[in-house]
């Protein structure tokens, strides 16, 4: 473990995959924007940088974890940003979803100073970065990945190369266009329930294991019941990968109507101040579509 880890963004999944940096015995730096977010961290033995460029200066590899394409560029040549402090051979590693056509953009800036750059993303919700088990698409240079597959398997279980830069962003957008489908569909499936009058837990229990089963479904769909609409992923954060997977629909011709009914319907729960709750709340557009709470008897309704 002779190289350096340095962490940048501190957020719902920056903060679990950062310490299981920690707990596989890296020498880690880290910085966020709100500093008050690494306090933990720096008690548990990372060191605090002023800027990404300082800790750009002391670590050999960086990692990024922020929420969209202009973060990411900031971060890396903004105002103190990374490439004011990294030194010729460094690698830094993406863990953004953000454009692929940016991706490859900056994978060149950085490349005219000798610093290689993977883009990361991840998929498995806080709970994915909190045990460590995140699956991982990798874009980039097959070297570059095997340098960075110690640093990939403390954070994910589940790390895939799949083609050059921007390559890794292609494939997370696939993931989101799943994900988010998936949550178009739990939505249907429980307001249907609801309405035909039955009993959600049992109705969950019954189809958990069959064809129709999926991680969004065992994981979020007791949520849904139980109206608790804690972040695994914020729908603001969602809803930025949607236009992101829109954004590419469009270059590429490609018609995707899920996505663009998902769009819309997260636009309206964020103009309700919905915006930080999970995305699994996409339910709440449909519920108010059919004058239906899911969870509640109708007469608990209003």
Known sequence: MSEKAGFIGLGIMGQGMSRNLLQAGYDLTVWNRTASKATDLIRA??????????????????????????????????????????????????????????????????????????????????????KGTLSIMVGGDAAQVARAMPFLQAMGKTI????????????????????????FALGEAFLFAQAGGLDLEKTLQAVTGGAAGSWALSNRGPQIIQRDWRPGFMIDLQQKDVRLILEAADELGVPLFG????????????????????????????????????????????
């Open 45 to 130: 033995g990372a060191r605090p940088a002023a800027t990404p460029a300082a800790l750009a200066a002391r670590c050999d590899v960086i990692i990024i974890c922020v929420s969209d394409t202009p973060d990411v560029e900031a971060v890396l040549f903004g105002e103190d940003g990374v490439i004011h402090g990294v030194g010729a051979g460094a690698l830094v590693i993406d863990c953004s979803t953000i454009s692929p056509i940016k991706t490859r953009e900056f994978a060149n800036r950085l490349a005219d100073r000798g610093v290689a750059m993977l883009d990361a993303p991840v998929s498995g919700g806080s709970e994915g970065a909190a």
């Open 160 to 183: 895939t190369h799949v083609g050059g830069n921007g390559a890794g962003q292609m494939v997370k957008l696939v993931n989101q266009i799943l994900v988010v489908n998936g949550m």
């Open 259 to 302: 996505c663009s009914t998902v769009f819309h319907l997260y636009r309206t729960l964020q103009s309700r101040g919905c915006g930080a709750e999970g995305n699994h709340a996409l339910i709440k557009a449909l519920e108010h579509l059919a004058g239906i709470e899911v969870g509640r008897a109708p007469e608990d309704t209003e």
